[in-house]
T-cell receptor, first 117, second 114 residues
Framework: GAVVSQHPSWVICKSGTSVKIECRSLDFQATTMFWYRQFPKQSLMLMATSNEGSKATYEQGVEKDKFLINHASLTLSTLTVTSAHPEDSSFYIC?????????????FGPGTRLTVL | SQKIEQNSEALNIQEGKTATLTCNYTNYSPAYLQWYRQDPGRGPVFLLLIRENEKEKRKERLKVTFDTTLKQSLFHITASQPADSATYLCAPSYSGAGSYQLTFGKGTKLSVIP
């Protein structure tokens, strides 16, 4: 099956700093990728839809100036958490639908655990 | 707005038994519904997809049903094994919601006891 990777797998940073998370589709191209956030014992909440070559679409309540998304190529989307604060500590997961799949199943990355001190 | 409810937060069953997980939704019927498995600290893994015009789908020990009258999908694991222990998420997808966009339920944490 298709593989999606994320880097880093975990990161600890000080409050006020910015953190960049990468999401790559390794063996397929993805014009669309999704970014989710998951708090402990909660479900995945969609933050934004990343579109290759155009602006990301953010879900209601997600600050686009705080969570910067760049989808510069067909295999890479990045999420930058700017001026991170402790409440941004969460598990961030990206996903991409495989273009070869006719069922719209999504392939998820392994996630990035962000801890803001 | 749409609500997705998975029957319980946690479900414990004995090894060898059939586990049945429930996903209920309100209002509009999804065009299709997907089930994913998530292990702790990992991203979800796709298991099965069922379309609104399909009653049942099977894959090895897994079976999914879709009842648009009851607004419910059931996910069954037969001959359950301890390795099946994980959180299972249902994710309906609605026409017009944006290509490929999924909305996840909170999940049911399944524990299969040896």
């Amino acid at each position: 099956g298709a593989v999606v990777s994320q880097h880093p797998s975990w990161v600890i940073c000080k409050s006020g700093t910015s953190v960049k998370i990468e999401c790559r589709s390794l063996d397929f191209q993805a014009t669309t990728m999704f970014w989710y956030r998951q708090f402990p014992k909660q479900s995945l909440m969609l933050m934004a839809t990343s579109n290759e070559g155009s602006k990301a679409t953010y879900e209601q309540g997600v600050e686009k100036d705080k969570f910067l998304i760049n989808h510069a190529s067909l295999t890479l989307s990045t999420l930058t958490v700017t001026s991170a604060h402790p409440e941004d500590s969460s598990f961030y997961i990206c996903s991409a639908p495989s273009a070869s799949s006719s069922y719209n199943e999504q392939f998820f990355g392994p996630g990035t655990r962000l801890t803001v001190l | 707005s749409q609500k997705i409810e998975q029957n319980s937060e946690a479900l414990n069953i004995q090894e060898g038994k059939t586990a049945t997980l429930t996903c209920n939704y309100t209002n509009y019927s999804p065009a299709y519904l997907q089930w994913y498995r998530q292990d702790p600290g990992r991203g979800p893994v796709f298991l099965l997809l069922i379309r609104e015009n399909e009653k049942e789908k099977r894959k090895e020990r897994l079976k999914v049903t879709f009842d648009t009258t009851l607004k419910q999908s059931l996910f069954h694991i037969t001959a359950s094994q301890p390795a099946d222990s994980a959180t299972y998420l249902c994710a309906p997808s609605y026409s017009g919601a944006g290509s490929y966009q999924l909305t996840f339920g909170k999940g049911t944490k399944l524990s299969v006891i040896p």
